[in-house]
């Protein structure tokens, strides 16, 4: 997956989550389903941001950004801040 790859696919997390706040206002889902729903988005976009960052970093040490893979959404949810 290359960066243009991962960017897309965060922009269309992003848009989903434009989508449901739309459908929550319309009163299409409930709010317990726009959050169950939103918490998975969140993730999904945490898990993109990291393999980003891990593709950028891997370039800027010289280093083939293509051997990077996405960690699982339990390891990029559980790194300290």
């Known amino acids: 997956m290359d960066d243009k790859t991962v960017l897309s696919w965060i922009s ?14 319309r009163g299409e889902i409930s709010s317990d389903e726009e959050q169950v729903r939103l918490r998975e988005l969140e993730e999904a976009l945490d898990q993109c941001w990291d393999l980003l960052r891990r593709r950028r ?22 790194y300290l801040q």
């Open 12 to 25: 269309g997390l992003v848009d989903e989550e434009h989508k449901l706040r739309g459908q929550l206002r």
């Open 57 to 78: 970093a891997a370039r800027d040490q010289g280093n083939d950004p293509d051997t990077e893979q996405a960690h699982s959404i339990n390891e990029v949810e559980g």
